[in-house]
């Protein structure tokens, strides 16, 4: 995967976490990228709003990431993401990530919409 801006303008939503179920409004993620620069927001299940940046080589993305929780307060963490093309021509992004002050690595999936 080399194109410079293969997640720009992309949309996706979580499949499943192992931070938290998925519910009825699950999380929805908006990426820019430019020149292997990865940029978005997203909002949805607990979070208010929330934002990331970071940089993606290849199928890699390395992520920072803060967002408001809609029950008050904040998180934030760092996360690595796998690109994975899906037969249909969508992608898939597998993250493993730590919220900032945990120990515990957590798993996310979240499809191309």
Known sequence: MSDTNLLSGRRFIMTSSTASEVGDDPTRFDYEEADGVVWGSYTGDTVAHGRFVGTRDGDRIELSYVHAL?????????????????PDGRLRLVEDFVFDGEDTPQTSVCEEI
Do not use: H, I
């Not at 008050?72 to 796998?82: I, Q």
């Open 70 to 86: 809609k029950a008050g307060g904040r998180a934030a963490g760092r996360s690595t993401s796998r690109v994975e093309p899906l």
